[in-house]
Nanobody, 119 residues
């Protein structure tokens, strides 16, 4: 089965930058979209950024102009470039790849990478 592994998280001061990546254990087919989610302690998981197979992107309002989602070299899993980080960005970040159709629909998730932003 496909396994996703995030990397690139860490501790950074406010205003700094990080780039998250997501490695897949194998090939993924019929991808409809890729996304990054985050979850802070005691809060609901939220979608931060997504990119559709056609290239269109969407971002949660709080990160617009600061975060950029893109694909890896194989166009299978996403990167997330995070600039001008704020303490409220502190969370565990998860990558997600989804696709397929009907009963063959799938969602693949990573285990998350911690991002901590100090003030």
């Amino acid at each position: 089965q496909v396994r996703l592994v995030e990397s690139g998280g860490g501790l950074v001061q406010a205003g700094g930058s990080l780039k998250l990546s997501c490695a897949a254990s194998g090939s993924i087919f019929d991808i409809n979209g890729m996304s990054w989610y985050r979850q802070a302690p005691g809060k609901q998981r939220e979608m931060v950024a997504q990119i559709a197979s056609g290239g269109s992107t969407h971002y949660v309002d709080s990160v617009k102009g600061r975060f950029t989602i893109s694909r890896d070299n194989a166009n299978n899993t996403p990167y997330l470039q995070m600039n001008r980080l704020k303490p409220e960005d502190t969370a565990v970040y998860y990558c997600n790849v989804w696709g397929g159709f009907g009963d063959a629909r799938y969602h693949y998730w990573g285990q998350g990478t911690q991002v901590t932003v100090s003030s």
